[in-house]
Protein backbone atom coordinates (compact mmCIF):
# COMPACT_ATOMS: atom_id res chain seq x y z
CA UNK A 1 0.00 0.00 0.00
CA UNK A 2 1.22 3.27 -0.44
CA UNK A 3 2.82 5.21 -3.08
CA UNK A 4 6.46 4.06 -4.14
CA UNK A 5 8.46 5.64 -7.08
CA UNK A 6 11.26 3.74 -8.49
CA UNK A 7 13.65 5.37 -10.76
CA UNK A 8 10.98 7.41 -12.53
CA UNK A 9 12.01 9.66 -14.94
CA UNK A 10 9.85 11.87 -16.80
CA UNK A 11 9.66 14.19 -19.35
CA UNK A 12 6.70 16.37 -20.89
CA UNK A 13 7.57 15.62 -24.31
CA UNK A 14 6.50 12.01 -23.50
CA UNK A 15 8.29 8.34 -24.16
CA UNK A 16 10.49 7.98 -27.09
CA UNK A 17 13.24 5.35 -27.50
CA UNK A 18 15.10 6.88 -30.45
CA UNK A 19 14.90 10.71 -28.67
CA UNK A 20 16.53 11.73 -25.55
CA UNK A 21 14.29 14.88 -24.25
CA UNK A 22 15.04 17.03 -21.41
CA UNK A 23 13.75 15.18 -18.35
CA UNK A 24 11.63 17.67 -15.53
CA UNK A 25 11.71 14.95 -13.21
CA UNK A 26 15.20 12.19 -12.96
CA UNK A 27 15.43 8.96 -11.39
CA UNK A 28 13.05 9.11 -8.44
CA UNK A 29 12.74 6.96 -5.81
CA UNK A 30 10.94 7.27 -3.24
CA UNK A 31 8.02 5.33 -0.66
CA UNK A 32 5.43 7.07 0.82
CA UNK A 33 3.23 4.67 3.01
CA UNK A 34 -0.31 5.10 2.56
CA UNK A 35 -1.41 5.94 5.94
CA UNK A 36 -0.96 8.72 8.92
CA UNK A 37 2.07 10.52 6.66
CA UNK A 38 2.54 14.10 6.96
CA UNK A 39 5.25 15.12 3.97
CA UNK A 40 6.08 18.32 2.71
CA UNK A 41 7.71 18.76 -0.46
CA UNK A 42 9.87 22.28 -0.99
CA UNK A 43 12.22 23.20 -3.28
CA UNK A 44 12.21 26.23 -5.55
CA UNK A 45 9.82 27.09 -8.59
CA UNK A 46 10.59 24.53 -11.90
CA UNK A 47 12.23 22.03 -9.57
CA UNK A 48 9.88 19.62 -9.94
CA UNK A 49 7.56 19.61 -7.62
CA UNK A 50 3.68 20.30 -8.86
CA UNK A 51 4.87 17.09 -12.03
CA UNK A 52 5.73 14.78 -8.61
CA UNK A 53 2.10 15.05 -7.19
CA UNK A 54 0.94 14.72 -10.33
CA UNK A 55 2.42 10.84 -11.06
CA UNK A 56 1.14 10.63 -7.98
CA UNK A 57 -2.29 9.88 -9.43
CA UNK A 58 -1.87 9.08 -12.55
CA UNK A 59 -2.71 12.53 -13.94
CA UNK A 60 1.09 11.98 -15.62
CA UNK A 61 2.71 8.62 -16.27
CA UNK A 62 6.15 8.59 -16.07
CA UNK A 63 8.50 8.30 -18.86
CA UNK A 64 10.55 5.66 -17.64
CA UNK A 65 10.64 3.81 -14.16
CA UNK A 66 7.75 2.53 -12.20
CA UNK A 67 5.22 4.59 -9.95
CA UNK A 68 2.94 2.17 -7.58
CA UNK A 69 0.24 3.53 -6.72
CA UNK A 70 -2.15 1.22 -3.93
CA UNK A 71 -1.39 -2.09 -5.62
CA UNK A 72 -1.19 -0.74 -9.14
CA UNK A 73 1.81 -0.49 -11.57
CA UNK A 74 2.15 2.68 -13.65
CA UNK A 75 4.80 2.67 -16.42
CA UNK A 76 4.64 4.29 -19.86
CA UNK A 77 2.72 1.59 -21.35
CA UNK A 78 -0.20 1.57 -18.45
CA UNK A 79 -3.09 1.63 -20.43
CA UNK A 80 -5.88 0.52 -18.39
CA UNK A 81 -8.58 2.67 -15.77
CA UNK A 82 -7.02 5.46 -13.83
CA UNK A 83 -10.49 5.94 -11.76
CA UNK A 84 -9.30 3.90 -9.05
CA UNK A 85 -5.89 5.48 -8.58
CA UNK A 86 -7.81 9.07 -8.26
CA UNK A 87 -10.23 7.84 -6.16
CA UNK A 88 -7.67 6.92 -3.17
CA UNK A 89 -5.14 9.68 -4.26
CA UNK A 90 -6.75 12.90 -4.29
CA UNK A 91 -5.16 15.72 -5.33
CA UNK A 92 -6.20 19.78 -4.59
CA UNK A 93 -4.56 22.11 -6.99
CA UNK A 94 -2.95 25.61 -6.66
CA UNK A 95 -5.89 27.77 -6.56
CA UNK A 96 -8.52 24.91 -6.37
CA UNK A 97 -11.28 27.21 -6.62
CA UNK A 98 -11.31 27.53 -10.70
CA UNK A 99 -12.60 24.02 -10.38
CA UNK A 100 -16.00 24.80 -9.15
CA UNK A 101 -19.10 24.95 -11.89
CA UNK A 102 -22.67 23.72 -9.87
CA UNK A 103 -25.12 25.55 -9.06
CA UNK A 104 -24.96 25.70 -5.24
CA UNK A 105 -21.94 24.41 -3.13
CA UNK A 106 -23.58 21.05 -1.88
CA UNK A 107 -24.17 20.09 -5.47
CA UNK A 108 -20.67 20.84 -6.21
CA UNK A 109 -18.86 18.73 -3.60
CA UNK A 110 -21.23 15.85 -4.42
CA UNK A 111 -19.92 15.92 -7.41
CA UNK A 112 -16.74 13.93 -6.79
CA UNK A 113 -18.11 11.26 -4.56
CA UNK A 114 -20.89 10.89 -7.74
CA UNK A 115 -18.42 10.31 -10.13
CA UNK A 116 -16.80 7.06 -8.09
CA UNK A 117 -20.05 5.50 -7.82
CA UNK A 118 -22.17 6.66 -4.83
CA UNK A 119 -25.26 7.19 -4.76
CA UNK A 120 -26.40 10.61 -4.89
CA UNK A 121 -27.94 9.88 -1.67
CA UNK A 122 -24.83 8.78 -0.51
CA UNK A 123 -22.66 11.65 -2.04
CA UNK A 124 -24.94 14.35 -0.77
CA UNK A 125 -24.60 12.82 2.89
CA UNK A 126 -20.72 12.84 2.09
CA UNK A 127 -20.98 16.22 0.95
CA UNK A 128 -22.35 17.64 3.88
CA UNK A 129 -20.00 15.50 6.20
CA UNK A 130 -16.96 17.57 4.63
CA UNK A 131 -18.33 21.01 4.43
CA UNK A 132 -18.82 20.53 8.02
CA UNK A 133 -15.60 19.55 8.50
CA UNK A 134 -13.81 22.54 6.53
CA UNK A 135 -15.81 24.51 8.77
CA UNK A 136 -18.54 26.05 5.96
CA UNK A 137 -21.80 27.31 7.88
CA UNK A 138 -24.37 25.24 6.68
CA UNK A 139 -27.02 28.80 5.73
CA UNK A 140 -24.01 28.41 2.35
CA UNK A 141 -24.69 24.96 1.66
CA UNK A 142 -27.40 26.22 -1.16
CA UNK A 143 -25.81 29.06 -2.58
CA UNK A 144 -23.99 29.63 -5.94
CA UNK A 145 -20.46 28.77 -5.14
CA UNK A 146 -19.51 31.78 -7.51
CA UNK A 147 -20.83 34.37 -4.55
CA UNK A 148 -18.83 33.11 -1.95
CA UNK A 149 -15.13 34.87 -1.01
CA UNK A 150 -12.14 33.08 -2.07
CA UNK A 151 -11.24 31.52 1.50
CA UNK A 152 -14.74 30.19 1.50
CA UNK A 153 -14.23 29.40 -2.15
CA UNK A 154 -11.43 27.03 -1.28
CA UNK A 155 -12.84 25.36 1.41
CA UNK A 156 -15.64 24.37 -0.83
CA UNK A 157 -13.09 23.13 -3.29
CA UNK A 158 -11.26 21.63 -0.80
CA UNK A 159 -13.87 19.63 0.89
CA UNK A 160 -14.81 18.56 -3.16
CA UNK A 161 -11.75 16.63 -2.83
CA UNK A 162 -12.06 15.38 0.68
CA UNK A 163 -15.53 13.60 0.23
CA UNK A 164 -14.54 11.31 -2.30
CA UNK A 165 -12.59 9.79 1.09
CA UNK A 166 -9.29 9.56 -0.41
CA UNK A 167 -6.17 7.65 1.62
CA UNK A 168 -3.57 9.65 0.50
CA UNK A 169 -4.43 13.62 0.21
CA UNK A 170 -1.94 16.05 -2.13
CA UNK A 171 -2.59 19.93 -1.81
CA UNK A 172 -0.03 21.83 -4.17
CA UNK A 173 0.76 25.04 -2.36
CA UNK A 174 -2.59 25.13 -0.07
CA UNK A 175 -1.84 28.57 1.94
CA UNK A 176 -1.39 30.54 -0.98
CA UNK A 177 -3.46 33.71 -1.52
CA UNK A 178 -5.55 33.17 1.92
CA UNK A 179 -5.57 35.40 4.71
CA UNK A 180 -4.15 35.03 8.40
CA UNK A 181 -7.09 33.31 9.66
CA UNK A 182 -8.28 30.60 6.88
CA UNK A 183 -4.64 29.65 6.80
CA UNK A 184 -4.72 28.61 10.03
CA UNK A 185 -7.95 26.81 10.07
CA UNK A 186 -6.82 25.26 6.97
CA UNK A 187 -3.59 23.76 8.11
CA UNK A 188 -5.46 22.84 11.21
CA UNK A 189 -7.93 20.56 9.28
CA UNK A 190 -5.55 18.82 7.61
CA UNK A 191 -3.84 17.87 10.59
CA UNK A 192 -7.39 16.47 11.77
CA UNK A 193 -7.51 14.78 8.67
CA UNK A 194 -3.85 13.42 9.06
CA UNK A 195 -4.47 12.57 13.00
CA UNK A 196 -8.18 11.23 13.56
CA UNK A 197 -8.42 9.90 10.22
CA UNK A 198 -5.01 8.31 9.62
CA UNK A 199 -4.73 10.32 6.02
CA UNK A 200 -1.40 10.58 4.38
CA UNK A 201 -1.27 14.17 3.64
CA UNK A 202 1.52 15.42 1.36
CA UNK A 203 2.00 19.46 0.68
CA UNK A 204 3.85 21.35 -1.66
CA UNK A 205 4.80 24.60 0.00
CA UNK A 206 7.49 27.31 0.22
CA UNK A 207 6.34 28.12 4.08
CA UNK A 208 8.92 26.63 6.38
CA UNK A 209 6.97 27.35 9.19
CA UNK A 210 4.33 25.30 8.08
CA UNK A 211 7.23 23.07 7.55
CA UNK A 212 8.59 22.66 11.09
CA UNK A 213 4.99 22.92 13.10
CA UNK A 214 2.79 20.21 10.93
CA UNK A 215 4.89 17.69 8.55
CA UNK A 216 6.66 14.80 9.82
CA UNK A 217 9.20 14.06 6.60
CA UNK A 218 10.38 16.87 3.94
CA UNK A 219 11.35 15.74 0.98
CA UNK A 220 13.52 18.75 -0.93
CA UNK A 221 13.77 19.15 -4.70
CA UNK A 222 16.17 20.47 -7.12
CA UNK A 223 16.41 20.38 -10.51
CA UNK A 224 13.98 17.40 -10.61
CA UNK A 225 15.38 14.86 -8.47
CA UNK A 226 14.87 14.39 -4.73
CA UNK A 227 18.50 15.49 -2.63
CA UNK A 228 17.08 15.31 0.67
CA UNK A 229 14.87 13.29 2.47
CA UNK A 230 14.81 14.23 6.28
CA UNK A 231 12.05 14.85 8.91
CA UNK A 232 11.99 18.74 9.34
CA UNK A 233 14.03 18.66 12.47
CA UNK A 234 17.31 17.33 11.02
CA UNK A 235 16.99 19.41 7.70
CA UNK A 236 17.09 22.54 9.76
CA UNK A 237 19.73 21.61 12.25
CA UNK A 238 21.57 20.70 8.62
CA UNK A 239 22.75 24.18 8.04
CA UNK A 240 24.85 22.62 4.85
CA UNK A 241 21.31 21.31 3.06
CA UNK A 242 20.04 24.67 3.58
CA UNK A 243 22.43 27.06 2.34
CA UNK A 244 23.49 24.80 -0.57
CA UNK A 245 19.57 24.61 -2.24
CA UNK A 246 19.07 28.17 -0.64
CA UNK A 247 16.07 26.96 2.05
CA UNK A 248 15.26 29.24 4.69
CA UNK A 249 15.06 28.65 8.18
CA UNK A 250 11.32 29.13 9.86
CA UNK A 251 10.62 32.68 11.24
CA UNK A 252 10.12 31.64 14.30
CA UNK A 253 14.05 30.31 14.27
CA UNK A 254 15.13 33.12 12.28
CA UNK A 255 14.18 35.27 15.20
CA UNK A 256 15.65 33.12 18.19
CA UNK A 257 19.11 33.20 16.46
CA UNK A 258 18.41 37.34 16.02
CA UNK A 259 17.55 37.23 19.98
CA UNK A 260 20.47 35.02 20.75
CA UNK A 261 22.85 37.48 19.17
CA UNK A 262 21.69 40.10 21.10
CA UNK A 263 22.03 38.39 23.85
CA UNK A 264 18.40 38.38 24.85
CA UNK A 265 17.93 34.45 25.40
CA UNK A 266 20.19 31.47 24.96
CA UNK A 267 20.16 28.03 23.94
CA UNK A 268 21.42 24.47 22.02
CA UNK A 269 18.88 23.57 19.77
CA UNK A 270 17.37 26.04 18.10
CA UNK A 271 13.70 25.96 18.61
CA UNK A 272 11.58 25.66 15.11
CA UNK A 273 7.88 25.93 16.11
CA UNK A 274 6.23 28.67 18.07
CA UNK A 275 5.54 26.56 20.90
CA UNK A 276 9.59 25.96 21.56
CA UNK A 277 10.19 28.89 20.93
CA UNK A 278 7.06 30.19 23.90
CA UNK A 279 8.79 27.37 25.75
CA UNK A 280 12.07 28.40 25.56
CA UNK A 281 10.61 32.16 26.37
CA UNK A 282 8.22 31.23 29.39
CA UNK A 283 9.34 28.25 30.18
CA UNK A 284 5.77 27.58 31.48
CA UNK A 285 3.87 28.44 28.32
CA UNK A 286 0.92 25.46 28.15
CA UNK B 1 4.11 22.50 -22.39
CA UNK B 2 5.88 23.32 -25.63
CA UNK B 3 3.33 21.41 -26.96
CA UNK B 4 1.05 24.39 -28.03
CA UNK B 5 1.88 26.63 -30.73
CA UNK B 6 -0.50 28.52 -33.26
CA UNK B 7 0.05 29.24 -36.37
CA UNK B 8 2.67 27.99 -38.82
CA UNK B 9 5.04 30.51 -38.32
CA UNK B 10 8.44 28.88 -39.13
CA UNK B 11 11.42 31.51 -37.99
CA UNK B 12 14.05 32.55 -40.48
CA UNK B 13 16.15 35.53 -41.32
CA UNK B 14 15.50 35.38 -45.25
CA UNK B 15 14.30 38.32 -47.18
CA UNK B 16 11.01 37.42 -47.90
CA UNK B 17 10.66 37.35 -43.82
CA UNK B 18 11.77 40.98 -44.36
CA UNK B 19 9.73 42.17 -46.61
CA UNK B 20 7.19 44.14 -45.20
CA UNK B 21 4.00 42.64 -44.53
CA UNK B 22 1.39 44.92 -46.21
CA UNK B 23 3.66 44.07 -49.63
CA UNK B 24 3.28 40.80 -48.72
CA UNK B 25 -0.83 40.53 -48.31
CA UNK B 26 -1.13 43.06 -51.70
CA UNK B 27 0.81 40.78 -53.52
CA UNK B 28 -0.60 37.64 -52.81
CA UNK B 29 -3.71 39.13 -53.59
CA UNK B 30 -2.72 39.85 -56.39
CA UNK B 31 -1.10 36.54 -57.69
CA UNK B 32 -4.28 35.01 -56.10
CA UNK B 33 -6.66 36.96 -58.88
CA UNK B 34 -3.40 36.78 -61.42
CA UNK B 35 -4.29 33.06 -61.03
CA UNK B 36 -7.94 32.66 -61.27
CA UNK B 37 -7.43 34.93 -64.22
CA UNK B 38 -5.29 32.68 -66.47
CA UNK B 39 -7.77 30.95 -68.84
CA UNK B 40 -6.96 27.20 -69.38
CA UNK B 41 -5.61 27.54 -72.85
CA UNK B 42 -2.64 29.52 -71.29
CA UNK B 43 -1.96 26.75 -69.04
CA UNK B 44 1.80 27.12 -69.57
CA UNK B 45 1.28 30.73 -67.25
CA UNK B 46 1.14 28.36 -64.34
CA UNK B 47 4.60 27.28 -65.16
CA UNK B 48 6.00 30.24 -65.17
CA UNK B 49 4.16 31.37 -62.17
CA UNK B 50 5.31 27.95 -60.18
CA UNK B 51 9.00 28.44 -60.97
CA UNK B 52 8.99 32.06 -59.47
CA UNK B 53 7.18 30.66 -56.30
CA UNK B 54 10.00 27.77 -56.32
CA UNK B 55 12.40 30.95 -56.51
CA UNK B 56 10.58 32.57 -53.10
CA UNK B 57 10.35 29.32 -51.59
CA UNK B 58 14.50 28.74 -51.63
CA UNK B 59 14.61 32.76 -50.86
CA UNK B 60 12.46 32.47 -47.77
CA UNK B 61 14.56 29.31 -46.22
CA UNK B 62 11.51 27.33 -44.74
CA UNK B 63 12.81 23.60 -45.07
CA UNK B 64 10.44 22.16 -48.25
CA UNK B 65 8.46 19.67 -46.24
CA UNK B 66 6.22 22.38 -44.27
CA UNK B 67 4.68 23.65 -47.81
CA UNK B 68 4.58 19.56 -48.24
CA UNK B 69 2.80 19.18 -44.79
CA UNK B 70 0.13 21.83 -45.91
CA UNK B 71 -0.49 20.32 -49.36
CA UNK B 72 -0.81 16.91 -47.78
CA UNK B 73 -3.84 18.25 -45.91
CA UNK B 74 -5.37 19.02 -48.88
CA UNK B 75 -4.74 15.65 -50.65
CA UNK B 76 -8.43 15.01 -50.67
CA UNK B 77 -9.61 17.72 -52.44
CA UNK B 78 -7.32 17.32 -54.84
CA UNK B 79 -7.47 13.88 -56.09
CA UNK B 80 -11.18 13.94 -56.04
CA UNK B 81 -11.67 17.32 -58.18
CA UNK B 82 -9.19 15.32 -60.61
CA UNK B 83 -10.54 12.24 -60.50
CA UNK B 84 -13.79 13.92 -60.69
CA UNK B 85 -12.79 15.84 -64.16
CA UNK B 86 -11.62 12.53 -65.84
CA UNK B 87 -14.66 10.06 -64.98
CA UNK B 88 -17.62 13.00 -66.23
CA UNK B 89 -15.55 15.36 -68.69
CA UNK B 90 -16.42 13.45 -71.76
CA UNK B 91 -15.59 16.38 -74.79
CA UNK B 92 -12.53 16.33 -76.81
CA UNK B 93 -10.89 13.38 -78.23
CA UNK B 94 -10.85 9.72 -76.29
CA UNK B 95 -7.36 9.31 -75.11
CA UNK B 96 -7.31 5.88 -73.24
CA UNK B 97 -10.23 3.27 -72.63
CA UNK B 98 -9.82 0.82 -69.64
CA UNK B 99 -12.48 -2.22 -69.18
CA UNK B 100 -13.36 -3.03 -65.49
CA UNK B 101 -14.81 -6.48 -65.10
CA UNK B 102 -16.82 -7.21 -62.39
CA UNK B 103 -17.41 -10.83 -61.15
CA UNK B 104 -17.57 -12.83 -58.44
CA UNK B 105 -13.64 -13.82 -58.37
CA UNK B 106 -12.71 -10.48 -58.46
CA UNK B 107 -14.90 -8.63 -55.88
CA UNK B 108 -13.37 -11.74 -53.54
CA UNK B 109 -9.73 -11.00 -54.32
CA UNK B 110 -10.42 -7.04 -53.55
CA UNK B 111 -11.99 -8.09 -50.31
CA UNK B 112 -9.18 -10.18 -49.74
CA UNK B 113 -6.89 -7.22 -50.76
CA UNK B 114 -8.71 -4.88 -48.00
CA UNK B 115 -8.69 -7.36 -45.58
CA UNK B 116 -4.73 -7.62 -46.15
CA UNK B 117 -4.45 -3.70 -46.25
CA UNK B 118 -6.43 -3.49 -42.62
CA UNK B 119 -4.21 -5.95 -41.01
CA UNK B 120 -1.13 -4.80 -42.27
CA UNK B 121 -1.55 -1.33 -41.01
CA UNK B 122 -1.52 -1.51 -37.85
CA UNK B 123 2.34 -2.53 -37.93
CA UNK B 124 3.80 0.07 -40.78
CA UNK B 125 4.09 3.85 -40.48
CA UNK B 126 3.23 4.76 -43.98
CA UNK B 127 -0.46 4.40 -44.28
CA UNK B 128 -1.09 6.21 -47.45
CA UNK B 129 1.52 4.95 -49.18
CA UNK B 130 0.35 1.64 -48.50
CA UNK B 131 -2.72 2.77 -49.18
CA UNK B 132 -2.36 3.79 -52.68
CA UNK B 133 0.00 0.57 -53.48
CA UNK B 134 -3.12 -1.55 -52.48
CA UNK B 135 -5.42 0.40 -54.53
CA UNK B 136 -3.04 0.27 -57.33
CA UNK B 137 -2.84 -3.40 -56.91
CA UNK B 138 -6.99 -4.01 -57.14
CA UNK B 139 -6.95 -1.96 -60.03
CA UNK B 140 -4.73 -4.26 -61.93
CA UNK B 141 -6.75 -6.80 -60.07
CA UNK B 142 -10.21 -5.33 -61.42
CA UNK B 143 -8.74 -5.11 -65.04
CA UNK B 144 -6.61 -8.45 -65.73
CA UNK B 145 -7.22 -10.85 -63.32
CA UNK B 146 -10.61 -12.38 -64.64
CA UNK B 147 -10.64 -15.83 -62.86
CA UNK B 148 -14.74 -16.42 -63.60
CA UNK B 149 -17.14 -15.25 -66.02
CA UNK B 150 -18.01 -11.44 -65.62
CA UNK B 151 -21.22 -10.75 -65.49
CA UNK B 152 -20.52 -6.52 -65.56
CA UNK B 153 -18.24 -5.11 -67.49
CA UNK B 154 -17.72 -1.56 -67.65
CA UNK B 155 -15.23 0.58 -69.23
CA UNK B 156 -14.06 3.82 -68.54
CA UNK B 157 -12.95 6.36 -71.58
CA UNK B 158 -10.52 8.95 -70.44
CA UNK B 159 -11.24 11.92 -72.88
CA UNK B 160 -8.85 14.53 -73.42
CA UNK B 161 -10.82 17.63 -71.89
CA UNK B 162 -11.23 16.18 -68.58
CA UNK B 163 -7.43 15.27 -68.32
CA UNK B 164 -6.15 18.69 -69.50
CA UNK B 165 -9.13 20.67 -67.26
CA UNK B 166 -8.21 18.36 -64.50
CA UNK B 167 -4.73 18.77 -64.84
CA UNK B 168 -5.48 22.66 -64.81
CA UNK B 169 -7.24 22.58 -61.51
CA UNK B 170 -4.90 20.75 -59.93
CA UNK B 171 -2.03 22.70 -60.33
CA UNK B 172 -4.50 26.03 -59.95
CA UNK B 173 -5.60 24.92 -56.41
CA UNK B 174 -2.03 23.68 -55.64
CA UNK B 175 -0.73 27.44 -56.65
CA UNK B 176 -3.35 28.92 -54.09
CA UNK B 177 -2.08 26.88 -51.34
CA UNK B 178 1.76 27.00 -51.54
CA UNK B 179 1.09 30.74 -52.17
CA UNK B 180 -1.14 31.57 -49.06
CA UNK B 181 1.36 29.05 -46.88
CA UNK B 182 4.20 30.97 -48.02
CA UNK B 183 2.64 33.62 -46.83
CA UNK B 184 1.81 32.52 -43.26
CA UNK B 185 4.91 30.71 -42.88
CA UNK B 186 7.11 34.07 -43.28
CA UNK B 187 5.39 36.20 -41.52
CA UNK B 188 4.50 36.48 -37.74
CA UNK B 189 0.80 36.38 -36.81
CA UNK B 190 1.18 40.06 -34.93
CA UNK B 191 2.94 41.50 -38.42
CA UNK B 192 -0.21 40.09 -40.17
CA UNK B 193 -2.64 41.50 -37.76
CA UNK B 194 -0.47 45.15 -37.99
CA UNK B 195 -0.77 44.74 -42.04
CA UNK B 196 -4.19 44.30 -42.08
CA UNK B 197 -4.92 46.94 -39.75
CA UNK B 198 -3.06 49.41 -42.08
CA UNK B 199 -4.66 47.68 -45.45
CA UNK B 200 -8.43 48.13 -43.63
CA UNK B 201 -7.52 51.84 -42.66
CA UNK B 202 -9.57 53.33 -45.21
CA UNK B 203 -13.14 51.74 -43.39
CA UNK B 204 -12.24 54.37 -40.95
CA UNK B 205 -13.96 56.89 -43.64
CA UNK B 206 -17.17 54.72 -42.86
CA UNK B 207 -16.71 55.37 -39.44
CA UNK B 208 -15.30 51.90 -39.01
CA UNK B 209 -13.21 51.37 -35.91
CA UNK B 210 -10.44 49.28 -37.78
CA UNK B 211 -8.24 49.57 -35.07
CA UNK B 212 -10.35 48.24 -32.02
CA UNK B 213 -10.91 44.99 -34.66
CA UNK B 214 -6.94 44.92 -35.05
CA UNK B 215 -6.83 44.99 -31.15
CA UNK B 216 -9.21 42.61 -31.12
CA UNK B 217 -7.73 39.70 -33.31
CA UNK B 218 -3.63 40.18 -31.50
CA UNK B 219 -5.37 39.95 -28.06
CA UNK B 220 -7.18 36.74 -29.25
CA UNK B 221 -3.99 35.38 -31.04
CA UNK B 222 -2.26 36.32 -27.81
CA UNK B 223 -4.52 34.54 -25.19
CA UNK B 224 -5.05 30.66 -27.50
CA UNK B 225 -2.28 29.44 -25.94
CA UNK B 226 -2.99 30.87 -22.21
CA UNK B 227 -6.35 29.27 -22.43
CA UNK B 228 -5.60 26.24 -23.64
CA UNK B 229 -2.80 26.01 -20.77
CA UNK B 230 -5.91 26.76 -18.84
CA UNK B 231 -8.02 24.22 -19.66
CA UNK B 232 -5.29 21.66 -19.34
CA UNK B 233 -5.45 22.85 -15.73
CA UNK B 234 -9.20 22.84 -15.43
CA UNK B 235 -9.16 19.07 -17.18
CA UNK B 236 -6.29 18.18 -14.52
CA UNK B 237 -8.40 19.43 -11.35
CA UNK B 238 -11.20 17.53 -12.68
CA UNK B 239 -10.06 14.30 -13.54
CA UNK B 240 -8.65 13.89 -9.91
CA UNK B 241 -12.58 14.55 -9.14
CA UNK B 242 -13.30 11.71 -11.05
CA UNK B 243 -13.89 12.66 -14.14
CA UNK B 244 -13.13 10.59 -17.55
CA UNK B 245 -13.72 11.04 -20.64
CA UNK B 246 -13.01 7.86 -21.45
CA UNK B 247 -15.08 5.19 -19.71
CA UNK B 248 -18.21 7.37 -18.33
CA UNK B 249 -21.88 6.82 -20.25
CA UNK B 250 -23.78 9.56 -22.72
CA UNK B 251 -25.14 10.88 -19.71
CA UNK B 252 -22.29 11.50 -17.20
CA UNK B 253 -19.78 12.61 -20.15
CA UNK B 254 -22.61 15.39 -20.66
CA UNK B 255 -22.15 16.46 -17.30
CA UNK B 256 -18.63 16.06 -17.43
CA UNK B 257 -18.07 18.36 -20.37
CA UNK B 258 -19.78 21.09 -18.16
CA UNK B 259 -17.99 20.64 -15.58
CA UNK B 260 -15.12 22.12 -17.91
CA UNK B 261 -17.30 24.48 -20.01
CA UNK B 262 -18.14 26.48 -16.41
CA UNK B 263 -14.82 26.88 -15.19
CA UNK B 264 -13.42 28.06 -18.59
CA UNK B 265 -15.93 30.57 -18.79
CA UNK B 266 -15.64 31.96 -15.44
CA UNK B 267 -11.52 32.02 -16.21
CA UNK B 268 -11.47 33.63 -19.26
CA UNK B 269 -14.22 36.43 -18.25
CA UNK B 270 -11.57 37.00 -15.23
CA UNK B 271 -8.88 37.65 -17.32
CA UNK B 272 -10.92 39.67 -19.84
CA UNK B 273 -11.78 41.72 -17.07
CA UNK B 274 -8.82 41.97 -14.99
CA UNK B 275 -6.87 42.76 -19.17
CA UNK B 276 -9.41 45.51 -19.71
CA UNK B 277 -8.79 47.45 -16.48
CA UNK B 278 -4.81 46.55 -17.05
CA UNK B 279 -4.99 48.23 -20.06
CA UNK B 280 -6.94 51.20 -19.29
CA UNK B 281 -4.88 51.82 -16.17
CA UNK B 282 -2.23 51.89 -18.96
CA UNK B 283 -4.15 54.77 -20.69
CA UNK B 284 -5.87 52.91 -23.39
CA UNK B 285 -8.83 54.31 -24.60
CA UNK B 286 -10.66 52.60 -27.55
CA UNK B 287 -10.69 53.82 -30.79
CA UNK B 288 -8.15 56.57 -30.19
CA UNK B 289 -4.67 57.81 -32.02
CA UNK B 290 -1.94 55.03 -30.83
CA UNK B 291 1.19 55.75 -31.62
CA UNK B 292 3.44 52.36 -32.78
CA UNK B 293 6.33 50.51 -31.58
CA UNK B 294 7.26 49.29 -35.12
CA UNK B 295 6.53 51.60 -37.47
CA UNK B 296 6.36 50.20 -40.94
CA UNK B 297 8.56 51.29 -43.71
CA UNK B 298 8.15 50.63 -47.28
CA UNK B 299 11.93 49.93 -48.54
CA UNK B 300 13.38 49.64 -52.13
CA UNK B 301 13.02 45.77 -51.76
CA UNK B 302 9.57 46.27 -51.15
CA UNK B 303 9.21 48.52 -54.13
CA UNK B 304 10.98 46.06 -55.77
CA UNK B 305 9.16 42.65 -54.99
CA UNK B 306 5.91 44.82 -55.84
CA UNK B 307 7.17 45.83 -59.08
CA UNK B 308 7.76 42.26 -59.89
CA UNK B 309 4.34 40.75 -59.18
CA UNK B 310 2.52 43.44 -60.87
CA UNK B 311 4.79 42.50 -63.65
CA UNK B 312 3.32 39.04 -63.33
CA UNK B 313 0.09 40.05 -62.89
CA UNK B 314 0.04 42.16 -65.88
CA UNK B 315 1.07 39.01 -67.54
CA UNK B 316 -1.58 36.92 -66.60
CA UNK B 317 -4.00 39.70 -68.16
CA UNK B 318 -2.62 40.12 -70.94
CA UNK B 319 -2.05 36.08 -71.10
CA UNK B 320 -6.43 36.41 -70.67
CA UNK B 321 -6.74 38.90 -73.38
CA UNK B 322 -4.57 37.38 -75.86
CA UNK B 323 -6.66 34.14 -75.45
CA UNK B 324 -9.68 36.31 -75.66
CA UNK B 325 -8.82 37.84 -78.73
CA UNK B 326 -7.67 34.83 -80.70
CA UNK B 327 -4.54 35.80 -81.02
CA UNK B 328 -3.55 32.41 -78.78
Redesign the interface.
Given at each position: MGISFQNVDFSYYGYSKRKKYPNILKDICVNISGQSEFVAIVGHTGSGKTTFTQLCNGLNLPTSGVVSVMDLKLTHKFDGALKPIRKKVGLVFQFPEYQLFEETVLKDVAFGPSNFGYTKEESIKLAKKYLGLVGLSEDLFERTPFTLSGGQMRKVAIAGILACEPDVLIFDEPTVGLDGKSKKELMNLLKVMNEEYHKTIIIVTHNMDVVAEFTKRVLVFNEGSIVCDKTPVELFNDSKTLAKYSLDLPEVSRLAVMMKEQGLIDFDQVPFTTLSLAKLLGGKYE | ???VTFGSYYHSNSIIHKLDPRIKIISIILLMVGIFLIPIEAIYMFFILLGLLLIFIILSKVPFGKFLKSIKQITFLLLFSFIFQIVFNRTGTVVATYSINISIGTIATGVLVYTIYAFIKKFVKFKMTLFFMMFILEIIIFKYALIDQSFFNYSLNIYSNGLHTGFYILIRVLLLVVMSSLLTLTTKPTDMNVALEYLLSPLELLKIKTSIFAMMMSISLRFIPTLFLETE??L?????????FK?SKLG?KIKQI??L???MF??SFRRAEDLSNAMEVRGYIPGAKRTKLNELKIKLRDILSLVVVVLLFGLCITSLILVKVGVL
Amino acid sequence: MGISFQNVDFSYYGYSKRKKYPNILKDICVNISGQSEFVAIVGHTGSGKTTFTQLCNGLNLPTSGVVSVMDLKLTHKFDGALKPIRKKVGLVFQFPEYQLFEETVLKDVAFGPSNFGYTKEESIKLAKKYLGLVGLSEDLFERTPFTLSGGQMRKVAIAGILACEPDVLIFDEPTVGLDGKSKKELMNLLKVMNEEYHKTIIIVTHNMDVVAEFTKRVLVFNEGSIVCDKTPVELFNDSKTLAKYSLDLPEVSRLAVMMKEQGLIDFDQVPFTTLSLAKLLGGKYE
Amino acid sequence: MNKVTFGSYYHSNSIIHKLDPRIKIISIILLMVGIFLIPIEAIYMFFILLGLLLIFIILSKVPFGKFLKSIKQITFLLLFSFIFQIVFNRTGTVVATYSINISIGTIATGVLVYTIYAFIKKFVKFKMTLFFMMFILEIIIFKYALIDQSFFNYSLNIYSNGLHTGFYILIRVLLLVVMSSLLTLTTKPTDMNVALEYLLSPLELLKIKTSIFAMMMSISLRFIPTLFLETEKILKAQASRGVDFKESKLGDKIKQIVSLLVPMFVVSFRRAEDLSNAMEVRGYIPGAKRTKLNELKIKLRDILSLVVVVLLFGLCITSLILVKVGVL
